[in-house]
DNA sequence: TCTGTAAATGAAAAACTTTTTCGATTAGAG
DNA sequence: CTCTAATCGAAAAAGTTTTTCATTTACAGA
């Protein structure tokens, strides 16, 4: 998602488009899955409770999504959904658009399924 | 896995079995995925750093899994293995045994998986 | 383009959560 | 029964996130 269409969504639902927001925007472009200090690092101009609250605005308009990789949240642009390869020796994190779930498996007749998540623990090539 | 059991790995580890660590197993025995407080509630003798310690020896000999699941961390006894299905509307946490997953479809050639977290979020029949 | 105003910002303080310190206590091996 | 390393609790420290509030600003409407 371009910043421009991000910033349509931020508009439309009624937030203002300011410096401060387009910097951590571009600060979570960079990047996926990065801790708050990581982000600050490349918006330092914003201020930290300011970051704070524009992770705030943008997890509530969709536009950013809030990990639990086990260390303390991360934060990264909610595109494409996909998910994370965890290695527990050096703590690498990488991606994987392929979703090996079946949720028609689970048989959830009453439960209205939204989202999921999945985390894959292990060692990666490098630490075998 | 039965108390006793859960003692003898505590003293193989080197560790001692005391009445605080027993006291915090027991509440854990009471229901799974609760907060610290929900634990410390449940054992109200045990001090607060008592009980943060004790969950970490316990994390660290394979007894407690501490879960993430969006609204700070979360401990439970790590006997079976299951996933978690949460309500955001009411918040309540459920568990499946299932496993809807495949591996192998990953692919993961270079990358050794010790294990995985699965969360599915939505709404609870109750909440619909 | 200018203006008015609700929204947003930053700094400080408050509120929480988790960890460290350290002197006193205790589990459990011998 | 004794001894000692492990553990405990209370207080303090450290770290994280939220609240408060006075000032600034984005941007809708004139």
Redesign the interface.
């Known amino acids: 998602m371009r910043l421009e269409a991000v910033v349509g969504k931020i508009r439309g639902r009624g937030y203002k488009a300011t410096p401060q927001r387009l910097a951590v925007l571009r600060a979570l472009a960079e990047e996926q899955h990065q801790s708050l200090e990581e982000i600050r690092g490349r918006c330092p101009e914003v201020g930290l409770v300011t970051v704070y609250r524009t992770l705030d605005v943008l997890s509530e308009i969709g536009v950013v999504r ?1 990990l ?3 260390d303390g949240p991360r934060y990264e642009l909610a595109e494409e959904h996909h998910h994370h ?1 965890i ?2 020796s050096c703590g690498d994190i990488s991606e ?1 658009e ?1 979703c ?4 028609r ?2 048989g ?1 007749v ?16 490098g630490c ?1």
Do not use: K, N, T, W
Not at 100 to 103: A, G, K, S, V, W
């Open positions: 809030r639990d990789l086990g390869l290695c527990e994987f392929e090996p779930l079946d949720l498996r689970l959830l009453d439960f209205e399924v939204s989202s999921h998540s999945l985390e894959i623990y292990g060692r990666c090539a075998r």
